[in-house]
């Protein structure tokens, strides 16, 4: 598949996207992101749900220079009874080259994953394994913000973290801002109906605001329903530009400050 099309001016960067999953969904990974890079993509943080994806992930963009990782278990495993055998692995990808941070991890109350305790169990033990590592984590948050402070009551991350395409009501974000999250925001934050996701993202000081595409899933609006990519994400820098009224520059400028304090790039 290579007749996708590219939105970008030029300076952004996609704080989350899954190589592996657009894949699945035919694209050719390494072509469309060596065409957002030559496009002014500036950078790509591709993020696992497994101890099963890393191997292949970093076969797959390992010598891109501009792709660094996340490697973590999502909240679907959390009734695996290989468990401590897969916090194991994930504990020694770490200390793989370009690893920027723990994740995708979290609490899912919408989908019929394990029980909310055994999430909230994996959760506060990918915390503790993140502090071990002077790591940021990466928090997956589906009707679960009661969950993730009780989680985070019991270990809290003792670095800045991200509160993945957030969705949650508006009036969580002070408290996940109080324990020292910040947010990113999908393509979801440009639908027509989705007036709540906005309110959240104008809540959320500039200087702790992050863009994702969360690829292959959520393409902004006008391309919403079709497969999202990087190259996409120029669109949501557009709308949240114009929603916040900054010049949007000027939010490239402060959203590449954010990323190079949580992840170091």
Do not use: W
Not at 185 to 210: C, E, H, S, W, Y
């Amino acid at each position: 598949m290579t007749d996708y099309e590219i939105h970008l001016a030029g300076g952004e960067i996609d704080t989350h996207a899954h190589a592996l999953h657009m894949q699945e969904r035919g694209l050719d990974v390494q072509t469309l992101l060596g065409d957002c890079f030559a496009s002014g993509l500036q950078a790509c943080i591709d993020i696992g749900t497994s101890e099963t994806d890393v191997t292949e992930r970093v076969a797959l963009l390992g010598n891109v220079r501009q792709v660094y990782f996340a490697h973590g278990l999502y909240p679907s495993n959390a009734d695996r009874t290989d468990l401590d055998s897969a916090l194991s692995s994930i504990e020694r990808s770490l200390s793989l080259p370009k690893t920027v941070a723990l994740g995708e991890i979290g609490i899912d109350c919408y989908r019929n994953y394990a029980t909310p305790g055994l999430q909230r169990e994996l959760l506060v033990q990918q915390v503790r394994m993140a502090n071990r590592h002077g790591l940021p984590i990466i928090v997956h948050n589906r009707d679960a913000e009661d969950e993730l402070l009780a989680a985070f009551a019991e270990c809290r991350p003792e670095r800045e973290g991200v509160m993945h395409c957030y969705s949650g009501p508006d009036s969580y974000v002070e408290r996940f801002l109080d324990l020292g999250f910040s947010f990113s925001f999908g393509g979801n934050v440009t639908f027509r109906n989705a007036q709540n996701i906005r309110n959240a993202m104008i809540k959320v000081p500039l200087d702790r605001l992050l863009l994702e595409t969360d690829a292959p899933y959520l393409a902004p609006h006008p391309r919403r329903g079709r497969t999202n990519h990087p190259g996409l994400i120029g669109l949501t820098y557009d709308l949240v530009a114009e929603t916040r009224s900054i010049p949007r520059g000027d939010l490239v400028a402060a959203i590449r400050e954010n990323v190079q304090r949580l992840f170091g790039i």
